[in-house]
């Protein structure tokens, strides 16, 4: 994992890099989306633990979307947490 972003910008450019090998610079590509996905994820993260919907339609239905609201936290934090996994950022523990 690439943890710093000076580290994602070394790898960056190093990925640019004329005549490098092709398996390096696909284990770069691997590595940099998922510390890209990681750096993201946590500065999206709210205080509770969960991701927000970027999307707000309260002053449509106040009572509604206050319902909808938790829904949409639990999906888009199942749908991050799911990616990271995916990407390797979060250890099986099973």
């Known amino acids: 994992m ?3 972003y000076y580290e994602i910008q070394c790898c960056c450019q190093l990925h640019r890099t004329d005549g490098l090998d092709d398996s390096l610079r696909a284990l770069l590509a691997k590595r940099l989306r998922s510390s890209l996905l990681v750096a ?3 500065e999206e993260q709210d205080a ?6 970027w999307w707000d339609w309260s002053e449509i239905d ?3 979307w ?3 609201q938790v829904e949409w936290q639990g999906v ?8 990271l996994h995916n990407h390797g950022a979060i250890a099986d523990l099973g």
Do not use: D, V
């Open 2 to 4: 690439i943890e710093s």
């Open 40 to 42: 993201r994820a946590i």
């Open 48 to 53: 509770n633990g969960c991701w927000n919907p």
């Open 62 to 64: 106040a009572h509604e």
């Open 66 to 68: 206050s319902k909808a």
């Open 76 to 83: 888009r934090t199942r749908i991050i947490l799911t990616s």
